[in-house]
């Protein structure tokens, strides 16, 4: 089939980038042609064309003006697809023949920098990863703000996608057979999977299982942006023992960052700790909420900066109403770096490098720690003075406007700008003296593009005019309009010397660009140190705001909480009373058993000790009256339930999957949350299973855990397990309705109140009265007992797989049960003889 020369130059663009749109420019709109185009207008809401290209069948065709094409391109991108920039790379007046056109980047959901969807409070990483022995090596790094990570994660490809997940990776770069093997579990989590074949090793300062990964992902942006990017930093490799370890799952359940209901941040602990002032210290809390530190001094050096600045209240105030006029470093050292940095973005730099000083005084006015701190500032005088000299105080947005550079910054442009400026005042002064000598008050003289400077008169007035001195240039409906051999003259000299002007200005401010790149590296630095004190400052007004303790640390497994609260639970409760409770774990007693109704707060309570853990760990104060606290390296939950259906997985089986995880990777110096284990099954395999949990992590970890059960009757293993204790959450019966009193104390509780839960959810009366029956008739029954001991030796099913006849092995449960509760010492020898007959008749049938 034949096209037409431009038609063709598309195809061929096309074929190298078949997994994008493609953005085809022409003139002042970008196009899109055949499939493209179909897909496009829907995706879009764009109006659908075609246009001849030269075959027989019109071709077609969508476009957009370039001009607002940001939006379109993003809303595709945010989609998950792949947008690749085709421009003109040739001056449409010297070609010959088509013009010329190249693609000069490939935008993905991974490298999209700005728009309106992109949240300058978050990091927008791309990621990387390569398969290793027990799991993956991974990394990731954000094109905005140029910061790059390296690390690795245990377990399957679903483990590796969760964990980017918890980070809002929205791309990962594998090869081939990587891609074939996670690709359908990465459409469940979101990330789009993009392909780049194994290269050439380039040399990182990291351990060598992650060069594989940070060389893949390198080669895919320089690939994707076509330019080199100064701003990318060094990867950093996050050394898994140097921070608490929290897995997908957990962070998910404790509500770090994203709600559980919502999938928005209110109600999560970031939501809480979030006071930071720059979008630089928002994204650096987030990162310390991901990886909470695991280095006792490095957690007491931000502990005691909190605590210097809860009592330097003046000079925090002082500092965070500076940090509100500091925009965000790094964002702008990553535009002047990728080349799409304006002169308002330079104006905003200077302003925050102004403020930078301001800052250090005041740090140097406060306690030893903060005049550390403020030593550490590099105060970047010569990048804020470069900029104060070259860039005006309000330049406009576009840069090839002009009025960027300031007067005085350059020779020539400033004579070029005289030229303009005086021939403007000569035209202003010319448009009176004609009105005064023809006495048309309504004369003026304007511009266009097409025609240049003119004199403008009415056709009412035209018999008033000079007619000999002027010279016709266009009619229209109501006037004519002239020009002058004078007017002529200053025209050229004006606008030449504005054309040259906005020429030469554009040039000084490329110029300019390429200069401040060499401070990018400082520029990063400098906001890498203002983040960090933003947080810090953060967490002082929480702390100081809903009444935090600072905690304390020491070398063993211990975990004292008095007096422990829900930070966002108590937040969210507003002014009523949160009731606080204690959670004493010492090494002789380091596994607590909870029980009580359900409702109550059992996952509340578990949740709490969970975040204080992790605020601690952070650097922040916690909600208590006191916190002495181990070292934690991990926290795994198992709290709350979910199916997940896309991979068969039965809520039952996700809790045992991640019960799993925990299990096989805890240590003895870990944290286990373990809520409600084994209501997913039978009774007697839930029992069984939460106690072979229970003695498995008792005498093979050992670990600080934290287990709640509706099944009473795992109470009595406190006697067999001597590191457990049961305790319970409080409730009273009030005129035959369960009321919650959500106060911990020693023991087990002595019923479950389920059916008064039951009742307070309203189900229908004869429900609530035939199960308070059948309740009854069951304890009459049972002594409202099922020996702990049975649960490993005895525990009979029903099952759809069992080779025995249930009936027969039901039947034989109970007579064994029965034999068991009776009580032959006091019975006499007819009650024990029409007893064996029962039994005899049980096993018959």
């Given at each position: 089939m034949t096209y037409t020369p431009m038609i063709q130059q598309y195809l061929t663009v096309k074929e190298a980038y078949k997994d994008a749109f493609v953005f085809f420019r022409l003139g002042d709109f970008y196009e899109l042609f055949f499939d493209d185009a179909l897909h496009a207008s829907q995706l879009l809401e764009i109006t659908l064309t075609s246009r001849d290209g030269g075959s027989k069948e019109r071709i077609p065709m969508c476009g957009v003006?370039?001009?607002?094409?940001?939006?379109?391109?993003?809303?595709?991108?945010?989609?998950?697809?792949?947008?690749?920039?085709?421009?003109?790379?040739?001056?449409?007046?010297?070609?010959?023949?088509?013009?010329?056109?190249?693609?000069?980047?490939?935008?993905?959901?991974?490298?999209?920098?700005?728009?309106?969807?992109?949240?300058?409070?978050?990091?927008?990483f791309i990621a990387s990863a390569e398969q290793i022995d027990n799991g993956?090596?991974?990394?990731?790094?954000?094109?905005?703000?140029?910061?790059?990570?390296?690390?690795?994660?245990?377990?399957?490809?679903?483990?590796?996608?969760?964990?980017?997940?918890?980070?809002?990776?929205?791309?990962?770069?594998?090869?081939?057979?990587?891609?074939?093997?996670?690709?359908?579990?990465?459409?469940?989590?979101?990330?789009?999977?993009?392909?780049?074949?194994?290269?050439?090793?380039?040399?990182?300062?990291?351990?060598?299982?992650?060069?594989?990964?940070?060389?893949?992902?390198?080669?895919?942006?320089?690939?994707?942006?076509?330019?080199?990017?100064?701003?990318?930093?060094?990867?950093?490799?996050?050394?898994?023992?140097?921070?608490?370890?929290?897995?997908a799952s957990s962070k998910r359940n404790l509500e770090l960052i994203q709600s559980l209901r919502g999938k928005d941040k209110k109600g999560t602990l970031?939501?809480?700790?979030?006071?930071?002032?720059?979008?630089?210290?928002?994204?650096?809390?987030?990162?310390?909420?991901?990886?909470?530190?695991?280095?006792?001094t490095l957690i007491e050096e931000r502990l005691?900066?909190?605590?210097?600045?809860?009592?330097?209240?003046?000079?925090?105030?002082?500092?965070?109403?500076?940090?509100?006029?500091?925009?965000?470093?790094?964002?702008?050292?990553?535009?002047?770096?990728?080349?799409?940095?304006?002169?308002?973005?330079?104006?905003?730099?200077?302003e925050s490098l102004r403020q930078v000083p301001l800052i250090q005084q005041q740090l140097q006015e406060g306690t030893p720690m903060m005049q550390k701190?403020?030593?550490?500032?590099?105060?970047?005088?010569?990048?804020?003075?470069?900029?104060?000299?070259?860039?005006?105080?309000?330049?406009?947005?576009?840069?090839?406007?002009?009025d960027v550079i300031r007067d005085q910054y350059h020779m020539r442009l400033d004579e070029l700008r005289h030229a303009s400026r005086n021939g403007k005042d000569w035209l202003a002064q010319l448009e009176q003296q004609e009105r005064e000598r023809t006495g048309i008050k309504n004369l003026k003289i304007s511009y266009n593009r097409v025609f240049g400077y003119y004199i403008e008169i009415t056709k009412a007035n035209i018999h008033l005019a000079d007619l000999t001195r002027y010279e016709r240039k266009q009619t229209l409906t109501n006037c004519e309009r002239y020009i002058t051999d004078e007017l002529k003259e200053k025209e050229a000299l004006i606008l030449h010397a504005e054309e040259e002007s906005l020429k030469l200005e554009y040039e000084l401010f490329v110029a300019l660009r390429?200069?401040?790149?060499?401070?990018?590296?400082?520029?990063?630095?400098?906001?890498?140190?203002?983040?960090?004190?933003?947080?810090?400052?953060?967490?002082?007004?929480v702390s100081e705001k809903y009444r935090f303790v600072r905690p304390t640390f020491h070398k063993g497994t211990a975990l004292t909480i008095k007096e422990?609260?829900?930070?966002?639970?108590?937040?969210?409760?507003?002014?009523?009373?949160?009731?606080?409770?204690?959670?004493?774990?010492?090494?002789?007693?380091?596994?607590?058993?909870?029980?009580?109704?359900?409702?109550?707060?059992?996952?509340?309570?578990?949740?709490?000790?969970?975040?204080?853990?992790?605020?601690?760990?952070?650097?922040?104060?916690?909600?208590?009256?006191?916190?002495?606290?181990?070292?934690?390296?991990?926290?795994f939950t198992r709290i709350g339930a979910a199916d997940d259906l896309a991979q068969g997985q039965s809520t039952f089986m996700v809790e045992m999957l991640e019960s799993q995880h925990a299990i096989v990777n805890a240590t003895a110096h870990s944290l286990l949350l373990f809520d409600e284990i084994g209501r997913g099954t039978s009774t007697y395999d839930g029992m069984a299973l939460a106690q072979a949990m229970m003695e498995y992590i008792h005498n093979e970890i050992g670990a600080n855990t934290l287990f709640s059960t509706h099944y009473h009757e795992l109470t009595a293993l406190e006697q067999a397990l001597t590191r457990l204790q049961n305790v319970h959450v409080t409730a009273t019966e009030q005129e035959g309705k369960v009321v919650f009193l959500h106060k911990v104390k020693k023991g087990a509780a002595d019923k479950s109140y389920g059916i008064h839960v039951a009742e307070l959810a309203q189900l229908p009366e004869a429900i609530i009265t035939r199960a308070s029956a059948l309740l009854q008739s069951f304890e009459q029954k049972d002594n409202g007992q099922v020996p702990v001991q049975t649960i490993q030796e005895d525990a009979a099913q029903l099952t759809l797989f069992e080779a025995e006849k249930p009936k027969a092995k039901s039947a034989q449960a109970a007579v064994i049960k029965k034999l068991q509760q009776a009580n032959l010492i006091t019975s006499t020898p007819m009650e024990a003889m029409n007893l064996l007959y029962e039994l005899q008749q049980q096993l018959k049938k």
């Open positions: 003006p370039h001009h607002s094409a940001q939006g379109y391109i993003e809303t595709l991108v945010q989609k998950g697809y792949k947008v690749a920039i085709c421009e003109q790379t040739e001056d449409p007046k010297q070609a010959k023949g088509v013009v010329r056109r190249e693609v000069v980047q490939l935008i993905t959901p991974g490298t999209l920098t700005e728009g309106k969807t992109v949240d300058g409070r978050s990091n927008h993956f090596a991974y990394s990731y790094l954000d094109m905005a703000t140029g910061e790059a990570i390296a690390s690795t994660v245990t377990g399957d490809g679903r483990a590796l996608l969760l964990q980017l997940q918890t980070y809002g990776i929205r791309e990962l770069v594998v090869n081939e057979a990587l891609a074939h093997d996670i690709a359908p579990l990465a459409e469940q989590v979101s990330i789009v999977i993009s392909i780049e074949p194994d290269s050439e090793l380039l040399p990182f300062e990291l351990p060598p299982m992650l060069h594989a990964s940070c060389t893949r992902l390198l080669r895919y942006i320089e690939r994707t942006q076509m330019q080199a990017l100064a701003h990318l930093q060094a990867f950093r490799y996050e050394q898994p023992t140097h921070y608490l370890a929290i897995d970031l939501w809480l700790l979030d006071e930071t002032a720059t979008a630089m210290g928002a994204r650096k809390l987030k990162q310390w909420l991901h990886q909470p530190l695991a280095t006792q005691q900066m909190v605590d210097d600045l809860l009592e330097q209240f003046f000079i925090r105030t002082e500092l965070q109403s500076l940090l509100k006029q500091v925009y965000d470093l790094e964002r702008l050292a990553g535009r002047v770096a990728m080349g799409s940095v304006g002169g308002r973005d330079l104006a905003q730099l200077r701190l403020g030593d550490t500032l590099d105060l970047c005088e010569d990048v804020e003075q470069l900029l104060a000299a070259a860039i005006t105080d309000h330049p406009p947005i576009s840069i090839k406007e002009g390429e200069q401040v790149k060499q401070y990018i590296p400082r520029l990063q630095e400098l906001a890498a140190t203002i983040s960090e004190l933003d947080v810090l400052i953060s967490f002082a007004i422990g609260r829900h930070p966002v639970v108590e937040k969210m409760l507003n002014k009523q009373m949160y009731v606080p409770n204690d959670c004493l774990l010492d090494e002789q007693e380091n596994m607590m058993l909870i029980t009580g109704p359900n409702m109550s707060g059992k996952s509340t309570y578990m949740r709490q000790v969970a975040l204080i853990t992790i605020m601690a760990q952070i650097g922040c104060f916690v909600p208590a009256d006191e916190a002495r606290l181990p070292i934690t390296d991990q926290i």
